[in-house]
């Protein structure tokens, strides 16, 4: 599940990197949102072009009644999050990690994460210490409880694999302490479920302390996005040679 706003050329690229080093790879799923004419027009030429991706526009539903539905509707055992700052520069085998997840019993892959990753961005570029763990199948597993920032986090939207029935069970067990409502935005879901777990972990049946991160980042983040609220993206439509681009 994708979410993304006003971001046509980072979900375009994203697609691309996802479909190129991703496997496998279930249902797609695009949740998003425009603020004008010219935004709309772009993202119908990503849908033209991606069939094979189911797109909810926000103007249907909100942004959490589209998430939930998705989450409670879909067939499949994992779900893996992600917004619009996020890209896939090598190959990562899913199934791996869900294979990890069965045998290990964590919580998630947070897939964004990795023993070298140091620098907390959303913290104003706080040093932050990594885990060091046994390594199985190119995967660590650590105990989040121990660490600060991004590798405490129990809930993230920025290349999380997560079961299915404990996405379920969560959501279900918010709306008996919370309003769901409060959620209807990639920000304000990922804060407002990182405080749920330190409030209400007692309530949760699942464990929601040990989580898997990769050895090797598969994929980076940058805030592509800053640059596109200066000036429009002139290269969205273009197509460019390699010889070009050097």
């Given at each position: 599940i994708f979410c993304y706003k006003d971001r046509p050329f980072q979900l375009k690229e994203y697609l691309r990197s996802l479909k190129r080093c991703v496997k496998p790879i279930g249902k797609i799923t695009v949740i998003y949102k425009t603020t004008s004419p010219e935004f709309a027009t772009r993202y119908e030429k990503l849908v033209a072009k991606?069939?094979?991706v189911e797109w909810l526009d926000e103007t249907s539903d909100s942004y959490i009644g589209l998430m939930l539905r998705t989450i409670?509707?879909?067939?499949?055992?994992y779900v893996m999050f992600n917004v619009d700052d996020v890209y896939w520069m090598r190959p990562y085998d899913a199934q791996i990690g869900t294979v990890l997840m069965e045998e290990t019993g964590a919580l998630c892959v947070h897939v964004r994460l990795h023993p070298h990753l140091n620098i907390c961005q959303s913290a104003g570029g706080m040093f932050m210490s990594a885990p060091a763990c046994g390594v199985v199948s190119e995967h660590m597993l650590y105990d989040r409880s121990a660490f600060k920032y991004?590798?405490?986090?129990?809930f993230d939207l920025t290349g999380s694999i997560y079961r299915t029935s404990d996405l379920r069970t969560l959501f279900n067990v918010f709306t008996q302490h919370g309003d769901v409502n409060s959620l209807n935005h990639p920000n304000l879901l990922e804060g407002h479920m990182d405080a749920f777990f330190r409030k209400h972990s007692s309530v949760l049946t699942f464990d929601h302390v040990n989580?898997?991160?990769?050895?090797v980042a598969p994929m980076v983040?940058?805030?592509v996005n800053r640059v596109q609220?200066?000036?429009?993206?002139?290269?969205f439509d273009c197509v460019i040679s390699k010889p070009e681009m050097c």
């Open positions: 991606h069939s094979d409670f509707n879909t067939e499949y055992p991004d590798f405490n986090y129990p989580v898997l991160m990769p050895t983040s940058f805030a609220e200066v000036s429009a993206n002139p290269t």
